[in-house]
């Protein structure tokens, strides 16, 4: 390796799930244009599970997040960065998450290099030394992708999501092939309400896995739905992912894991965009305003909002089972 090669390179991208699945065509990308460099990625400790084994990277640095909340926290988040030069002695650092808390670790490494994105926030983009431009519009995959350009790395050939096979789960699995439905999410307006999750499962006459988190009981669910809310870890879903006839996911963390594993996949959408944070797979589809898309499909992104009711989960049943 030539001298003006960067020898150690720091990814700062910590969260979210989906974001992190994001970013590994990026890391994979690095990791082919510096094969001898020493690359580490910092992340929170709850999606570490997501690059364990991953062959692009030499190493995990965890950000642990949640011992920097409460009235201290401010506090235990600067005595925890001033020991990171200790940890880590990179080279050039590449800042994915553009936010303050990762332009504050960026800056623990004096006169170290920094590239980040133009649509950083929360003045990160003033610990940048080089600042790569990106379209709002484009997909996040994309928008990684060219940070990892900028460094030399070569984009050529579809993306590469390395992740861990997962681990099988202690709780029964069909034996018959499964569809795996994950209906809720944290994100305003894109959770399937109660009524239509119970109508797709009746609907889709197959044996069906509910994954995912949940905060309420789903009482009266048909008899051929294995109910797995709340029940399984990270590395259990991508088992469960990996292995399903078919995957249908609301837009949010899990579909991206999925979209990582299989092109056997639907994404539905509310209002958000599919073009800028749907599946980046070739294959899979995209429900949206009661039309079928392919993935990344433009003609999607000018479809209007709508939350698939009773009646449009249905049809979408009826879809999963042409497609099986």
């Known amino acids: 390796m030539t001298a003006n090669l960067p020898q150690r390179v720091l990814i ?3 969260s979210s799930l989906g974001d992190i699945v994001h970013t590994l065509p990026a890391a994979a990308a690095l990791r082919a244009a510096f094969p001898s460099a020493h690359l580490t990625w910092m992340v929170n400790p709850e999606w570490a599970p997501l690059l364990e084994g991953n062959p692009c990277l030499d190493g995990t640095l965890l950000f642990p997040r949640a011992d920097f909340r409460g009235p201290a926290g401010w506090l235990r988040f600067l005595q925890w960065r001033r020991g990171l030069p200790k940890q880590n002695q990179p080279d050039l650092i590449l800042d994915f998450q553009g936010l303050l808390r990762t332009a504050l670790v960026a800056r623990a490494f004096r006169g170290v290099p920094v590239i980040g994105l133009s649509d950083a926030r929360e003045g990160a983009r003033f610990a940048q030394t080089k600042t790569v431009p990106v379209s709002p519009k484009s997909h996040a995959v994309e928008r990684y992708l060219s940070l990892a350009a ?3 790395a070569n984009l050529a050939g579809p993306p590469v999501f390395h992740l861990p096979p997962g681990d099988q789960p202690s709780s029964l699995i069909p034996s018959a092939p499964y569809v795996v439905l994950h209906p809720f999410s944290r994100g305003r307006g894109k959770s399937l309400p109660l009524e239509s999750v119970m109508a797709f499962c009746r609907a889709v006459r197959c044996p069906v896995i509910l994954v995912g988190r949940a905060g309420n ?3 009266g669910l048909p008899p051929n739905v294995t109910n797995l809310l709340n029940l399984t870890s990270l590395s259990e879903l991508l088992w469960i992912l990996r292995r399903a006839a078919f995957v249908v996911s609301v837009d949010s963390g899990p579909m991206h894991l999925a979209a990582a594993v299989t ?3 639907l994404a539905i959408h509310t209002w958000s965009d599919p073009c800028q944070v749907g599946p980046y797979r070739p294959g899979s589809h995209v429900w949206k305003a009661r039309n079928f898309f392919p993935a990344l499909d433009p003609l999607a992104s000018s479809a209007p909002t709508l939350v698939p009711g009773p009646d449009e989960a249905e049809t979408i049943a009826r879809w ?5």
């Open 263 to 265: 092109d056997q996949l």
């Open 217 to 219: 009981e789903l009482p």
């Open 150 to 152: 900028a460094t030399g």
């Open 12 to 14: 700062l991208k910590p």
């Open 320 to 324: 999963v089972r042409q497609q099986l």
